[in-house]
């Protein structure tokens, strides 16, 4: 009863197809076509498929439900795009959509024992492993996603928050930064200024592309992440670009472009040498180029320099005729930037309430003079005070015991 629906669902899954891809269903599908053939000579290769199959599952949770539901509400496809780009999908595939999820939370809700005894009595195998049962309502739980798309997004997007480029594809970050705000001490009114323009992304409203700009060590992609990490929930994603892949931006803009998230462009420690060709690609796409970001995307780029495009003071003299005009186009690129936030160095004042902060926060309670003072003292070994820098003076403590 219950293989011979299994093999006919899956065989027919035609919105959710690519569920035969995943390692465990596909195994699955292997029993389900060997009990077909119901050859009993075949009994000691029918019960490894078997073991085979629940071997994968259990690396993946012991629950077959459970792994279904996730496969759903995860997969990136053909109807899922429709809905999130709001388009009109006809009545055929709906049907097939109502079809196909009927069939599969009936295969969520099966009972597990069941399904075994029924291959066991097939090939007269003996004790097969199984696996846990589930009761999770995968019909409701597909059309609430569908609702909250512009939350939740698909595909990887759903499963992932944060990504880089390789390849020049979108590729996620299996273990991201997990860096949180409350981690973070000082800069609460640079910090604040990125909050309100991600938020005004996340609410559709225009937001500006940001420069992050100051001293190395003062948290400026420290914040960056923590921010993602904080609003991944309302639908923020990160995109990480290194700057010999800027010229991949117009493909990943167009890549992105219909999805209901919103993401940040992420470039870390950004300038150019004065005859970088990534100095065009990043400074058409800021302003003037065809490729324009679109209301799902903002830039945001960190750098330890005011101005990205490094000169020297024999380019200043140059042998150009129009050398105020060569240099306005290298100065020009800073200013492309709707939102430049500066973090400065702490002083000594600003340093010490880092460290106090760190400090409590991994209960080490040591005399307060004496915690300045070795602070004070690792500060200059290090060449200067900064949340970097503080934050290694309280790691060797720790290390110390």
Same mark, same amino acid.
């Given at each position: 009863m219950y293989l011979e629906k299994w093999l006919e669902g899956?065989?027919? #899954?035609?919105?959710?197809r690519n569920l035969l891809d995943n390692p465990v269903i596909a195994s699955l599908y292997r029993c389900l076509r060997s009990w077909e053939t119901r050859d009993w000579s075949r009994s000691a290769a029918a019960t490894a498929l078997w073991c085979e199959f629940v071997s994968l599952l259990y690396q993946d949770g012991a629950n077959l439900g459970d792994l279904i539901c996730r496969l759903v509400l995860e997969d990136d =496809?053909?109807? /899922?795009?429709?809905?999130?780009? +709001?388009?009109?999908?006809?009545?055929? *595939?709906? !049907?097939? #959509?109502?079809?196909? #999820?009927?069939?599969?939370?009936?295969? *969520?809700?099966?009972?597990?024992?069941? *399904?075994?005894?029924?291959?066991?009595?097939?090939?007269?195998?003996?004790?097969?492993?199984?696996?846990?049962?589930?009761?999770r309502a995968l019909i409701q739980e597909y059309a609430q996603r569908l609702t909250a798309l512009d939350r939740c997004g698909y595909g990887m997007y759903?499963?992932?928050?944060?990504?880089?480029?390789?390849? +020049?594809?979108? *590729?996620?970050i299996a273990h991201p930064d997990s860096q949180s705000l409350s981690q973070l001490y000082g800069y609460e009114r640079e910090r604040q200024m990125i909050i309100e323009n991600t938020r005004s992304l996340l609410q559709g409203r225009a937001a500006n592309n940001v420069l992050l700009y100051g001293d190395a060590g003062t948290g400026k992609s420290s914040s960056v992440k923590a921010i993602v990490n904080a609003y991944k929930e309302q639908g923020l994603r990160l995109i990480e670009i290194k700057k010999n892949q800027l010229w991949h931006l117009p493909d990943?803009?167009?890549?992105?472009?219909? =999805?209901?998230?919103?993401?940040?462009?992420?470039?870390?420690?950004?300038?150019?040498?004065? !005859? !970088?060709? =990534?100095?065009?690609? #990043?400074?058409?796409?800021?302003? +003037?180029?065809?490729? /324009?970001?679109s209301k799902n995307v903002a830039i945001y780029a960190t750098s330890n320099r005011r101005h990205l495009v490094r000169e020297t003071f024999s380019q200043r003299q140059g042998d150009l005729v129009h050398v105020n005009d060569t240099l306005q186009e290298l100065s020009s690129l800073s200013a492309r930037f709707g939102l430049t936030i500066t973090f400065q160095k702490p002083d000594r004042t600003q340093y010490l309430q880092l460290v106090q902060g760190l400090a409590?926060?991994? =209960?080490?309670?040591?005399?307060?003079?004496e915690l300045f003072q070795q602070a004070e003292a690792f500060a200059i070994r290090k060449n200067g005070r900064s949340p970097r820098t503080a934050k290694q003076f309280i790691t060797s403590l720790i290390a110390k015991g």
């Open positions: 899956l065989s027919c #899954l035609t919105i959710f =496809n053909f109807y /899922v795009h429709k809905k999130a780009w +709001g388009r009109e999908v006809p009545t055929e *595939v709906e !049907d097939c #959509l109502k079809k196909e #999820l009927v069939f599969l939370q009936d295969m *969520v809700q099966s009972e597990p024992g069941l *399904v075994c005894q029924e291959y066991e009595r097939c090939f007269a195998c003996m004790s097969l492993p199984s696996w846990q049962s589930c009761s759903s499963k992932y928050h944060m990504f880089h480029i390789r390849d +020049g594809h979108i *590729v996620p990943i803009l167009e890549a992105i472009a219909d =999805n209901p998230l919103k993401f940040i462009l992420f470039i870390d420690d950004l300038s150019f040498s004065e !005859d !970088d060709e =990534n100095y065009a690609a #990043l400074k058409a796409i800021l302003e +003037g180029s065809a490729s /324009v970001c409590k926060e991994y =209960n080490l309670f040591l005399p307060e003079q």
